[in-house]
């Protein structure tokens, strides 16, 4: 196996097994979706959150909303192992593990009256697990905010061009969203301008370009702030003002990229681009830590997020069409992540372990050096390394602004009301979640918080699955194949949630910080992040223990009901 052709070929016969196989046997005996079952779309339709929508549309809005950084340096952080254990995780992984997140938590919200993941904890576990849930939920935003804030500004900092072509997207947003609700132009032809201005962008950027580190230590802090003024705006307009729009156009070009990158590796053996990392370098890296836990919270996406369930439950599931369209939309965009995850990884084995050291935007190198030979050649570098590289900020920027926005949505929830009522404000919830995600980001210390949002969006996809295995126990179903890769994950993320944490207790008690300048030359300022830092460990691995002890007691209640308890007909209990 000299080039990614037969890796990339294995992966897409797996996926497509699991999809049209296994997934097609577990959606006939475990759900058994009824395609005659009114769908809360059509039950609660008010046109803003319940509406029905095509499947097609429904897939894309499912891919866009979940593809992010995860699968994209995921494989970066885990080649520290080599390739080898990623990519069986990020087949296996998905396999057994991923689809069957994504598409139970849409399930679960469409068999509960589309309620989102708060609701269905309080009805499963009581008053205190709904809190529980989304008080983790709070810091677990947080630390997406922050690895997600720094490598946005990282990308516009080291990738000239990309900031121009980002604005130009940001713009063509606008305008789409203006096309499509204010003048109601027909869809094709909006999407055709979309596309057109998509287009153009990317070639402004290839001549805009902004300078390298123009501020010093005191560029990516400059950097991350104009992330936040952008992320404050989208978090407090209408969806269809910005996100939504800029979530549609963004899916063609970061699709494309990947689809460049899966096809670059098919062609690998035509254009003599060989694998250049080595599949196996240890079960130890001085970096991360063991390879289990670590590599598990590394690849925090592409083989299974928690994030994924959050908007399947709260946003997906509420424009299901039929039950039968869960699967497509569900399995199939989490597959689909995981050919992103797949790409990723082709695109850093292409490249020399001398090209690939602590350069996070080594993906636009591998990328371009996987597709040069069918995209015109050295001659074509300038425009494909802008064109990669703002589909880099793109998988983040969009999925940010989601993220940003949820934040704002929870705080409202969890402190509307009381002596605190101004922190869920909407102004106030918003300015301070990107103020906190701005402070972390600026710490410098990515590699530690990558690590901490993995485990934490991994813990939250374990009790995910946990929630899915109580209603599918409360409907006397199969709980197997949801409720044991519930438990690999809650067990391996709460290890790998201990092991970072005793990293940055043991950076307070020597003294040697993990926090880079400019803030790590500011000795109070480092050693009070790290003792943060600490303590966000701590409440995480708190808050996931104690809601993984209320879902477990649940599930072992709803498996003890009387049969004449049972709301629903499924399948027998394995």
């Given amino acids: 196996m000299t080039t990614p052709f037969w890796f990339v070929v294995a992966a897409l016969v797996f996926y497509a097994i699991a999809y049209l196989v296994y997934g097609r046997w577990y959606d006939r005996t475990v759900w058994r979706p009824d395609p005659k079952r009114t769908t809360p779309a059509h039950m609660y339709m008010d046109g803003v959150e319940f509406f029905p929508a095509s499947r097609y549309v429904l897939w894309g809005y499912q891919f866009k909303s979940v593809a992010a950084l995860g699968p994209i340096l995921g494989p970066f952080i885990a080649l520290q192992y080599g390739w080898l254990p990623a990519l069986i ?330 002596r605190f009522a101004v922190l869920g404000q909407k102004h106030v919830a918003t300015f301070l979640g990107i103020l906190i995600a701005w402070l972390f980001a600026v710490s410098g210390s990515w590699n530690n918080l990558w690590l901490y949002f993995g485990g934490s969006n991994q813990l939250l996809a374990g009790l995910a699955l946990m929630l899915v295995s109580i209603h599918l126990a409360r409907a006397r179903s199969q709980t197997g194949w949801t409720f044991w890769p519930a438990m690999f994950m809650i067990v391996t993320t709460i290890l790998g949630l201990a092991y970072q944490t005793y990293i940055f207790a043991k950076a307070v008690y020597t003294g040697k910080t993990l926090v880079q300048p400019p803030l790590g030359n500011i000795a109070w300022a480092a050693h009070t992040l790290d003792g943060i830092f600490t303590v966000v460990g701590v409440v995480l691995i708190v808050l996931g223990v104690r809601m993984a002890i209320m879902t477990l007691r649940s599930y072992f209640a709803a498996r003890a009901r009387p049969v004449s308890m049972v709301g629903e007909s499924a399948s027998p209990a394995r």
Avoid at 167 to 175: D, E, L, N, P, R
Avoid at 245 to 254: A, D, E, H
Avoid at 277 to 306: D, E, H, R, V, Y
Wanted: aromatic residues 14%; charged residues 5%.
């Fill in 89 to 418: 995780w990020i087949i296996l992984g998905n396999f057994f593990i991923g689809w069957l997140q994504d598409y139970g938590a849409i399930m679960v919200s469409v068999r509960n009256n589309g309620r989102s993941f708060g609701p269905i904890a309080y009805e499963f576990t009581g008053a205190s697990g709904r809190s529980t849930l989304l008080g983790f939920i709070l810091f677990y935003l947080q630390m997406i905010s922050a690895t997600f804030v720094f490598f946005i500004a990282q990308f516009w900092n080291s990738l000239p061009g990309t900031f121009a072509a980002t604005v130009g997207v940001i713009i063509t947003a606008v305008i789409v969203g203006q096309l499509m609700y204010k003048v109601r132009l027909n869809v094709g032809l909006t999407t055709l301008i979309g596309l057109v201005l998509v287009a153009l962008s990317v070639v402004a950027g290839v001549y805009l370009r902004t300078p390298t580190d123009p501020f010093g230590a005191w560029s990516i802090p400059f950097w991350a702030a104009l992330v936040g003024v952008f992320l404050f705006v989208a978090s407090v307009v209408p969806l269809p003002s910005l996100i939504q729009p800029m979530n549609f156009i963004s899916f063609f070009p970061t699709f494309l990229a990947v689809l460049l990158i899966i096809v670059g590796g098919l062609l690998s053996p035509v254009f003599h681009v060989p694998l250049q990392q080595p599949a196996w370098k240890g079960f130890w890296s001085p970096n991360t830590g063991p390879l289990w836990p670590m590599m598990f919270l590394a690849i925090a996406c592409g083989a299974i997020s928690g994030w994924h369930s959050l908007v399947g439950s709260s946003t997906t599931a509420k424009q299901l069409d039929l039950e039968t369209d869960a699967h497509p939309v569900g399995a199939g965009a989490m597959l689909s992540e995981g050919l992103v995850a797949l790409a990723s990884l082709a695109a850093y084995m292409v490249l020399a372990p001398g090209e690939i050291t602590k350069n996070t935007t080594a993906w636009v190198a591998g990328a371009i050096r996987l597709t040069e030979g069918f995209l015109g050649g050295p001659g074509a570098a300038a425009f494909l390394a802008t064109f990669f590289g703002v589909s880099l900020v793109l998988y983040a920027i969009t999925v940010q602004s989601l993220v940003t926005r949820f934040w704002r949505l929870i705080s409202a929830e969890v402190a509307g009301q009381g």
